[in-house]
């Protein structure tokens, strides 16, 4: 894929390939840990608040301090703020040309969708397969549907990004029973358990995102934050990213957190009256913290119709280009996390290259990911997007030799 196709793309959440060597070349690697795939909400009720975690900021009912807390969250960004610049593959894939590997996509609608797939496509391409792809839509039967495609198909392998079990159906169950192996890539589902499935690649993504917002918060708060953190329980992501946010900032015992559940399908409309609602009635909060990008926007954009731009800081995941000009400008969103798409795209075929091959693959397929503040957005190409660490491609297509 060429720099020029990067530059024009706009991938929800995402910066394109090319980074300055002299940035330290440390990643974390996302862990093998198991992820829930359960639903339900991470906290709040549509159109209201609630505190959900800790006490009012500054104080401690313990008589202790949140000082431990604060060393490990600013050890934890510290690592994370380091650009990666290598994948975290080594082995090589035995080519066997000529194999279908079948993408079921998430809503090709959305942006990041269709990115990713595309970026699938391109690695099966590269790989010396065969691609195919089809849009798993926003309903249980039209995902089920897409996996009955693939099968019907003779696939060799699926991949699937963003397309969890629950609420694909019978689709997992029937390329198991069709002896068609899974890929997932970004998917949220648990790594043990779902049927068909044999790796994922950022599994567990979603949660650490969260979980360093959460001590990107802590830390450069001194354990004073007040945040409104904008839920929704609409994608399976969404939820494990509010359960992580919430579990990690519990850590601090001087924050304080205050929830609204947003809904994904209509939040350009809803949630902006409820960001303005909460920071009316709370004159406290200093820091907002998006579910993904497209609501910490509009919380930028809330922020500064109530005139507290001096007040509150902002932070979001999925490194939009949007969102990444605002840290850039200076204008109140001062941190984003995200894990590099294209990166993820292209280690899923590389354990379907594998698992084709007959060779072995880790329950957890690893990626890189970081955060991304005033230190090193300047590092950010001026497309406003990454898709994964320099020449990401070659050093995959090394790889499938």
Not at 380 to 395: I, L, R
């Given at each position: 894929?060429?720099?020029?196709?990067?530059?024009?793309?706009?991938?929800?959440?995402?910066?394109?390939?090319?980074?300055?060597?002299?940035?330290?070349?440390?990643?974390?690697s996302?862990?093998?840990?198991?992820?829930?795939s359960?639903g339900?909400?991470?906290?709040?009720?549509?159109?209201?608040?609630?505190?959900?975690?800790?006490?009012?900021?500054?104080?401690?009912?313990?008589?202790g301090?949140?000082?431990a807390?604060?060393?490990?969250?600013?050890?934890?960004?510290?690592?994370?703020?380091?650009?990666?610049?290598?994948?975290?593959?080594?082995?090589?894939?035995?080519?066997?040309?000529?194999?279908?590997?079948?993408?079921?996509?998430?809503?090709?609608?959305?942006?990041?969708?269709?990115?990713?797939?595309?970026?699938?496509?391109?690695?099966?391409?590269?790989?010396?397969?065969?691609?195919?792809?089809?849009?798993?839509?926003?309903?249980?039967?039209?995902?089920?549907?897409?996996?009955?495609?693939?099968?019907?198909?003779?696939?060799?392998?699926?991949?699937?990004?963003?397309?969890?079990?629950?609420?694909?159906?019978?689709?997992?169950?029937?390329?198991?029973?069709a002896?068609?192996?899974?890929?997932?890539?970004?998917?949220?589902?648990?790594?043990?358990?779902?049927?068909?499935?044999?790796?994922?690649?950022?599994e567990?993504?979603?949660?650490?995102?969260?979980?360093?917002?959460?001590?990107?918060?802590?830390?450069?708060?001194?354990?004073?934050?007040?945040?409104?953190?904008?839920?929704?329980n609409?994608d399976?992501?969404?939820?494990?990213?509010?359960?992580?946010?919430?579990?990690?900032?519990?850590?601090?015992?001087?924050?304080?957190v205050?929830?609204?559940?947003?809904?994904?399908?209509?939040?350009?409309?809803?949630a902006?009256?409820?960001?303005?609602?909460?920071?009316?009635?709370?004159?406290?909060?200093?820091?907002?913290?998006?579910?993904?990008?497209?609501?910490?926007?509009?919380?930028?954009?809330?922020?500064?119709?109530?005139?507290?731009?001096?007040?509150?800081?902002?932070?979001?995941?999925?490194?939009?280009?949007?969102?990444?000009?605002?840290?850039?400008?200076?204008?109140?969103?001062?941190?984003?996390?995200?894990?590099?798409?294209?990166?993820?795209?292209?280690?899923a075929?590389?354990?379907?290259?594998?698992?084709?091959?007959?060779?072995k693959?880790p329950?957890?397929?690893?990626v890189?990911?970081?955060?991304?503040?005033?230190?090193?957005?300047?590092?950010?190409?001026?497309?406003?997007?990454?898709?994964?660490?320099?020449?990401?491609?070659?050093?995959?297509?090394?790889?499938?030799?």
């Open positions: 894929m060429s720099v020029d196709k990067h530059a024009v793309h706009r991938r929800s959440g995402w910066w394109t390939a090319a980074m300055p060597a002299v940035l330290a070349a440390v990643a974390l996302l862990s093998a840990c198991g992820s829930s359960s339900g909400s991470s906290g709040g009720a549509s159109g209201g608040s609630s505190t959900v975690a800790g006490t009012s900021a500054g104080s401690d009912p313990s008589g301090s949140s000082s807390a604060v060393s490990q969250a600013n050890a934890a960004i510290q690592k994370a703020l380091a650009v990666p610049t290598k994948i975290q593959e080594t082995e090589s894939v035995g080519r066997q040309s000529g194999k279908l590997i079948y993408n079921v996509s998430c809503n090709l609608a959305i942006v990041g969708c269709g990115e990713i797939s595309g970026e699938v496509g391109d690695a099966v391409k590269a790989l010396g397969d065969k691609f195919a792809r089809c849009n798993a839509g926003a309903t249980a039967t039209q995902a089920q549907s897409c996996f009955t495609n693939a099968v019907n198909a003779h696939a060799a392998a699926i991949v699937v990004n963003d397309v969890p079990e629950i609420g694909s159906g019978s689709g997992y169950r029937q390329a198991q029973s002896h068609i192996p899974i890929v997932g890539a970004f998917s949220g589902n648990n790594l043990k358990g779902v049927p068909g499935q044999v790796t994922q690649a950022a567990n993504a979603p949660q650490l995102e969260a979980k360093l917002l959460a001590d990107y918060v802590i830390a450069k708060s001194g354990g004073k934050a007040h945040v409104l953190y904008i839920s929704e609409q399976n992501d969404g939820v494990l990213r509010g359960k992580s946010f919430l579990a990690e900032m519990k850590k601090c015992t001087t924050c304080q205050t929830t609204v559940l947003t809904n994904q399908n209509t939040q350009t409309t809803s902006p009256p409820q960001i303005t609602a909460a920071l009316q009635k709370d004159q406290s909060i200093n820091w907002v913290i998006g579910n993904q990008d497209t609501v910490s926007a509009l919380a930028v954009t809330a922020i500064d119709q109530v005139g507290r731009q001096s007040s509150i800081e902002v932070g979001g995941m999925d490194a939009d280009p949007q969102n990444i000009q605002y840290i850039k400008q200076g204008r109140v969103q001062v941190v984003d996390a995200t894990v590099g798409q294209g990166e993820v795209a292209y280690a075929v590389w354990a379907a290259g594998r698992v084709i091959a007959g060779q693959v329950l957890a397929t690893p890189n990911i970081w955060l991304i503040d005033k230190s090193n957005v300047s590092s950010v190409p001026k497309s406003g997007v990454f898709f994964g660490p320099t020449n990401y491609q070659s050093q995959f297509g090394a790889l499938f030799k």
